[in-house]
T-cell receptor, first 113, second 114 residues
Framework: QQQVKQSPQSLIVQKGGIPIINCAYE??????FPWYQQFPGKGPALLIA?????SEKKEGRFTISFNKSAKQFSLHIMDSQPGDSATYFC????????????FGTGTRLTVIP | DTGVSQDPRHKITKRGQNVTFRCDPI?????LYWYRQTLGQGPEFLTY????????KSRLLSDRFSAERPKGSFSTLEIQRTEQGDSAMYLC????????????FGPGTRLLVL
């Protein structure tokens, strides 16, 4: 059972566009929601993270929007660049015990110059 | 310290052989995690250490898998009697914060079982 559902599977945008990647979860025990960026052959790199007590967080060109009642969160990439072409994963963790991350299935983003 | 390191980066083995991977976490990170990532999927949790103690294991970690972190620093993951279904990227992550939620990943070890 996929604990975090992610869409779309792939996304192509023009340089300067604003790709949006969406994630949804069911487990209300989740209280930490990070986004990771992964390039081919590399490990995931932490981009930005949010907690349910805020509805939006911005770091540089990356913004997370969080809707606690809908149990959904999304990543927006402002002024996207070809160097942003990568696979993006949303994740969630419970804040207790192992606090292991539950990942979405990933979105492959391509930014066309 | 430049981050989490893993060795080897690639491993090709024949079915039935044993393999061992090593992870060196970021210095002073007391939490260490192993994940497995198959093609087109997100990483899936395998096991976690708090210092040298292995505190949780996923049901994905069959009895052919064993992990150790003998001195609370580096960790090893061994797979015995490898099967073709074990082919995947094995990722290690470490965390300093007490909750373990901010995890930093290594580059992974890509395993191919022929």
């Amino acid at each position: 059972q996929q604990q975090v559902k992610q869409s779309p599977q792939s996304l192509i945008v023009q340089k300067g566009g604003i790709p949006i990647i969406n994630c949804a979860y069911e487990n209300t025990a989740f209280d930490y929601f990070p986004w990771y960026q992964q390039f081919p052959g590399k490990g995931p790199a932490l981009l930005i993270a949010i907690r349910p007590d805020v509805s939006e967080k911005k770091e540089g060109r990356f913004t997370i929007s969080f809707n606690k009642s809908a149990k959904q969160f999304s990543l927006h990439i402002m002024d996207s660049q070809p160097g942003d072409s990568a696979t993006y994963f949303c994740a969630a963790s419970r804040g207790s015990g192992a606090n292991n991350l539950f990942f979405g299935t990933g979105t492959r983003l391509t930014v066309i110059p | 310290d430049t981050g989490v390191s893993q060795d080897p980066r690639h491993k090709i083995t024949k079915r039935g052989q044993n393999v061992t991977f090593r992870c060196d976490p970021i210095s002073e990170h007391n939490r260490l995690y192993w994940y497995r990532q198959t093609l087109g999927q997100g990483p899936e949790f395998l096991t976690y250490f708090q210092n040298e103690a292995q505190l949780e294991k996923s049901r994905l970690l069959s009895d052919r898998f064993s992990a150790e972190r003998p001195k609370g620093s580096f960790s090893t993951l061994e797979i015995q009697r490898t099967e073709q279904g074990d082919s995947a990227m094995y990722l290690c992550a470490s965390s300093l914060d007490p909750s373990g939620e901010t995890q930093y990943f290594g580059p992974g070890t890509r395993l191919l079982v022929l």
